[in-house]
């Protein structure tokens, strides 16, 4: 098991910047899978982001260029860097591990885009 705690999100205008952090409750470094997704209201949840080991990585189109995610697994953290935020990013962001079949949610924060 592993619990996680998103936060760094908030209000920002459209073109600015946030930097999203996960904290992991145990080490993430055997855990091949971590990953952002987000859920804006009324639509489904959605892939963002994932990182692998040994750093694999997965963007949704939507995104890339734009957003970088990162791993440190000394510090159990995982980062989305969000550049040139659109008003279309706006939504409730979640972090994710997903252990063996088992997929574990952070409880999201919110990140608002004003345009």
């Known amino acids: 098991q592993v619990q996680l705690v998103e936060s760094g999100g908030g209000l920002v205008q459209a073109g600015g910047s946030l930097r999203l952090s996960c904290a992991a409750s145990r080490i993430i470094s055997n855990i091949y899978t971590m990953g952002w997704y987000r859920q804006a209201p009324g639509k489904q949840r959605e892939l963002v982001a994932t990182?692998?080991?040994?750093?694999?990585?997965n963007y949704a189109d939507s995104v890339k260029g734009r957003f970088t995610i990162s791993r440190d697994n000394a510090k159990k953290m995982v980062y989305l860097q969000m550049n040139n935020l659109k008003a279309e990013d706006t939504a409730v962001y979640y972090c994710?591990?997903?252990?063996?079949?088992?997929?574990?949610w952070g409880q999201g924060t919110q990140v608002t885009v004003s345009s």
């Open positions: 990182i692998g080991t040994p750093g694999s990585l």
């Open positions: 994710k591990a997903t252990i063996g079949s088992t997929a574990y």
